[in-house]
């Protein structure tokens, strides 16, 4: 069996959820091996399986009351991934740019994260727009992809009082991870920029436009191609 697969943490944490814990950073979760992971598990047929879960580091997988002892179900999960692992694939990770204003009211906490670093606003957006993401899991709201390889030099804080309303398409940076809020919902993270592209909507298949595993990178765009962009995009709605 693989080192990587010997890794991995197994534990019952209820009669029916086994929790699957990576129990390591590295390039198998950087890479979005989790969400392969996930897929290799719903797709082996596992006796009494009910759902699997992604989170930040782990999976959560959900038996029914149909399943067999714990000591088989755990063998059969180790199984899955011991054999899936060998034909995973890191050219099949799909890349996604995100066009993002960084300016003005689209950005109401670049200036306040810019001067937490002791840097100028451009050079914050600079290397925002460099770092290379990777989504990790979807979760919070539909559609919400939770972003590492946010540089640790651009680490930040969450806001003491969230915000009542974020708007949809708001670009943020909490701790170590970075996101794009796809609906107007209330939150903590600091807002740095805003896209014009559509995160989720429920009539596209599939609705999120973030998947586990995508490789993402921000673009700057100016205000007018904000706006251009929103005009191209309701003439096709």
Request: a negative charge; one cysteine or more; charged letters at 20%.
């Amino acid at each position: 069996m693989s080192s990587r697969v010997e890794s991995l943490r197994l534990d019952w944490v209820s009669d029916r959820h086994l929790r699957v814990l990576f129990c390591a950073e590295g390039p198998d979760l950087a890479g979005g091996r989790l969400g392969q992971a996930a897929r290799a598990i719903r797709d082996a047929g596992v006796a009494g399986l009910s759902s699997v879960t992604l989170a930040w580091n782990s999976l959560l997988v959900e038996f029914d009351p149909s399943m067999p002892d714990e000591e088989s179900a755990t063998a059969a999960v180790r199984t899955v991934l011991s054999e899936a692992w060998a034909s995973w694939n890191d050219e099949a990770w799909r890349a996604v740019e995100i066009p993002a204003c960084f300016e003005g009211a689209f950005a109401p906490d670049v200036e306040a994260v810019a001067a937490h670093h002791g840097i100028p606003p451009s050079s914050l957006i600079e290397a925002f727009c460099a770092a290379p993401f990777v989504v990790r899991f979807v979760g919070f709201c539909p559609g919400f992809a939770y972003l590492s390889g946010l540089p640790s030099a651009l680490e930040t804080p969450r806001l003491s009082t969230p915000r009542v309303r974020v708007p949809a398409g708001s670009v943020g940076i909490a701790g170590d991870q970075a996101g794009v809020y796809p609906l107007a919902t209330p939150g903590g993270w600091r807002l740095i920029g805003r896209t014009p592209r559509v995160m989720f909507d429920a009539r596209r298949n599939p609705p999120a436009l973030l998947s586990p595993g995508d490789r993402v990178r921000f673009v700057p765009i100016r205000a007018d191609e904000f706006h251009a962009f929103l005009q191209r995009t309701e003439r096709h709605v």
